[in-house]
């Protein structure tokens, strides 16, 4: 009788701690930025990823609102990992493990291979580092980061001096702090301010992890301030993310209140039971021996001969999809082969491509979501049956996306060929694509400057491991909104290499009759001639860049009245008049530097010029992305697109999509 309460009380626990973490899981952390280090890293399997493990996982257990721990070398590896976390001062110990659990949880994803990473969310920062960063105020891999939120600010004239005496305070606050009685130290502090002359109370804080020494960590929040100065002057709030510290204000109350503080009694989740195995469950029943080999006989017969026929069938089953390898890909058929799905682990991956598991139409056939059987999520692509169209494109993204690998590309994991099926596999990538989050009619959420910045980023990344990774150069031709996948920390992925040409490296452009990609993608000299080379793709890729700052469809002739020109021409005037302001997305809240958008802009104009070799390399571009300090080339005149002699008359027909007007795949149109 107690045992069973004894069980339906555990019951009920598990239950209530499961509810609990699924109820705190769900939206408490608000991603902010990520810092990896791209050249320090290590390698899949080593001794330093089994001590990472170790250390994120001593983190993510610890109960507090800061902890540093380190992770001696082990296993033959040479590198100390040095780790912490600090949560922001107001935030309950509840909030601050899950924000560490989700950064936890996240980092490998963000930061893949990479030595060093910093992450911050809005209620804490996690880091690690092969090198001992702690006491120190650190200054790599950037000096900090700026937000900025350009909302109103009345009162305009006093406003900047009260923000920075207020600032000045509050970090002096700080970093002088003894928080509280019995709590461990916190170096954290808030004020507030009224803004004379209006109504608006200004709030200001300032943090370090706690353990700097009072002068550093002044040091580390006079620098952060004095970036403020420059990204933020005139803004209703900015923030300055830096490594050991970080600084914040608005004109609203962003964090908890003292007096909010006292009376929340800081809670701590209960720590997931553990399951221990129950000793008192082994080693019950002795059967009769004879029994035992009769029944190990039978079975093991059952097994010999039920095995045999697997391999028999499987043989036959093999025999025959090599013969379909080799039909569809030659003399490569052959390398492949670890590549190939089974048709029946797909349906039952997909519930026999059950309505449920649709996830939507991609430009040959029907895409669905699936799960393997060891719980990995896929997305299947079902070329539509029999047509016969779309093998040419099959052919081509097996061959080249197989031989892929880079965070900004889609991972094929494989394909199926069996009987009348084409089916391509690859992984799952939660978010939607880039068109949705732009344009997207119902989208639930707007892209901050941050994640815009990531993707510009990202899909630079991408395009030039495409053009430079061997020394065969890959072409995509077909870069678009709808063809960049998201995953859920807005990371691009490319997909669709249904298109893609390979050229030699010495070649410097192609040329085909047979033109396919999308109109308003595509560079005029393509377009026009058919000439295609890695700036085809750097013209595609200015376009994407334009649209992901202005947020502006690509149309001509759709939409109504004022915006009727073309997003390039829009660009290119205000632009010209130095307005650079009025090309950013109206739905943006808040954006980083001025700097920073004004390069952005810069770069997808310099690659939407006119004459292909004005237009920067890939790598040139990531380059411009990733330094400060450089200085870009003025922007030619860009290619204005004429669309009109060139554009199939069957397009107009999309017109009455709700996102992906003028984004009609035009390659079944014309003659081969
Ligand atoms: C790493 O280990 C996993 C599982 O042990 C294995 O599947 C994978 O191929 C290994 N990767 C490398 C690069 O050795
Ligand atoms: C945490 O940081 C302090 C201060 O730098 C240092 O003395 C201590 O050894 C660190 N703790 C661990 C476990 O590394
Ligand atoms: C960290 O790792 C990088 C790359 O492996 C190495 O060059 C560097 O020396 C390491 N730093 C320390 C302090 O060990
Ligand atoms: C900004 O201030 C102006 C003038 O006070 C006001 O008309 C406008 O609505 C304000 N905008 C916002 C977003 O508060
Ligand atoms: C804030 O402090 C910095 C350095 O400590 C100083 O240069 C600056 O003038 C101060 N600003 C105000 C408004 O007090
Ligand atoms: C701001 O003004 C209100 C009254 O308008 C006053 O009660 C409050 O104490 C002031 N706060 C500060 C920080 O001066």
């Given at each position: 009788m107690t045992t069973m309460v004894m069980a339906s009380h555990r019951a009920f626990f598990l239950l209530f701690s499961f509810l609990l973490r699924f109820l705190f899981s769900e939206s408490q952390t608000t991603f902010l930025f990520n810092a990896c280090s791209s050249t320090k890293t290590f390698t899949a399997n080593s001794s330093?990823?089994?001590?990472?493990?170790?250390?994120?996982?001593?983190?993510?257990?610890?109960?507090?609102?800061?902890?540093?721990?380190?992770?001696?070398?082990?296993?033959?590896?040479?590198?100390?990992?040095?780790?912490?976390?600090?949560?922001?001062?107001?935030?309950?110990?509840?909030?601050?493990r899950q924000c560490v659990g989700t950064a936890v949880q996240r980092v490998p994803s963000m930061c893949g291979f990479s030595k060093e990473a910093i992450i911050w969310y809005d209620e804490c920062l996690l880091r690690y580092s092969n090198r001992s960063f702690f006491s120190t105020v650190d200054t790599s891999p950037q000096t900090g980061f700026p937000l900025w939120n350009?909302?109103?600010?009345?009162?305009?004239?006093?406003?900047?001096?009260?923000?920075?005496?207020?600032?000045?305070?509050?970090?002096?606050e700080a970093a002088a702090a003894k928080h509280g009685l019995g709590e461990k130290m916190k170096k954290y502090a808030t004020k507030e301010a009224n803004i004379s002359g209006s109504h608006q109370t200004l709030y200001s804080l300032a943090q370090c992890t706690p353990d700097l020494s009072p002068g550093d960590c002044r040091k580390c929040l006079d620098g952060a301030i004095g970036r403020l100065s420059s990204c933020c002057e005139g803004?209703?709030?900015?923030?300055v993310l830096c490594p050991s510290c970080n600084v914040r204000y608005e004109v609203f109350r962003f964090y908890r209140s003292d007096d909010q503080l006292v009376g929340t009694p800081t809670s701590i989740l209960p720590s997931p039971p553990t399951l221990s195995s129950d000793p008192r469950v082994k080693g019950k029943g002795k059967s009769a021996p004879i029994i035992v080999i009769v029944v190990v006989c039978i079975v093991g017969t059952a097994i010999v001969f039920g095995f045999a026929y697997y391999l028999l069938k499987h043989r036959m089953k093999k025999s025959r999809r090599a013969v379909l390898r080799q039909k569809y890909f030659g003399s490569e058929g052959t390398s492949l082969e670890p590549l190939e799905f089974n048709l029946a682990t797909?349906?039952?991956?997909?519930?026999?491509?059950?309505?449920?598991?649709?996830?939507?139409?991609?430009?040959?056939?029907?895409v669905y979501k699936g799960i393997l059987s060891n719980g990995q999520n896929i997305a299947v692509k079902r070329l539509s049956k029999g047509s016969g169209q779309?093998?040419?494109?099959?052919?081509?993204e097996v061959l080249f996306i197989a031989r892929l690998q880079h965070i900004n590309l889609v991972t094929l994991l494989g394909f199926c060929i069996e009987g009348q099926e084409k089916i391509l596999v690859y992984e799952y990538v939660p978010n939607r694509s880039l068109d949705y989050f732009l344009f997207g009619s119902g989208k639930s959420k707007v892209l901050n400057w941050l994640e815009r910045c990531?993707?510009?980023?990202?899909?630079?990344?991408?395009?030039?491991?495409?053009?430079?990774?061997?020394r065969l150069k890959i072409i995509h031709r077909d870069l678009k909104p709808s063809n960049i996948l998201l995953d859920d920390e807005m990371n691009p992925k490319i997909s669709d290499f249904g298109l893609a040409k390979m050229v030699a490296i010495s070649e410097n452009e192609g040329k085909t009759n047979r033109i396919a990609g999308t109109y308003g993608y595509m560079s005029p000299e393509y377009a026009m001639f058919g000439k295609y080379s890695e700036k085809s793709d750097v013209f595609s890729f200015g376009i994407i860049t334009l649209q992901i700052i202005s947020g502006r469809k690509n149309t001509n002739c759709h939409e109504q009245s004022k915006d009727a020109y073309s997003l390039i021409s829009y660009v290119w005037n205000q632009w010209r008049d130095e307005k650079f302001l009025e090309i950013l997305d109206p739905n943006l809240k808040e954006f980083g530097s001025y700097n920073e958008v004004t390069k952005c802009i810069q770069i997808g104009l310099l690659c939407v010029q006119k004459n292909p070799d004005l237009r920067p390399s890939m790598a040139k571009v990531v380059h411009y992305l990733t330094n400060d300090s450089i200085q870009l080339p003025f922007p030619q005149e860009p290619a204005f697109l004429l669309l009109g002699p060139m554009e199939p008359s069957t397009s107009g027909s999309a017109s009455n999509e709700s996102y992906s007007i003028n984004e009609v795949s035009v390659s079944e149109f014309l003659p081969r």
């Open positions: 330093f990823q089994s001590d990472l493990t170790t250390l994120l996982s001593s983190l993510s257990s610890a109960n507090t609102d800061f902890y540093n721990t380190t992770v001696a070398a082990g296993g033959g590896g040479e590198d100390t990992i040095y780790g912490l976390f600090m949560c922001r001062g107001d935030v309950t110990l509840q909030v601050c350009t909302g109103n600010v009345s009162g305009q004239a006093n406003f900047k001096s009260i923000m920075f005496t207020t600032m000045n305070k509050t970090a002096d803004m209703a709030g900015g923030r797909i349906e039952s991956a997909t519930n026999k491509f059950s309505e449920e598991s649709r996830l939507g139409k991609g430009g040959f056939g029907q779309g093998a040419e494109e099959f052919k081509n990531k993707i510009i980023g990202g899909v630079a990344r991408g395009i030039l491991y495409l053009h430079d990774h061997s």
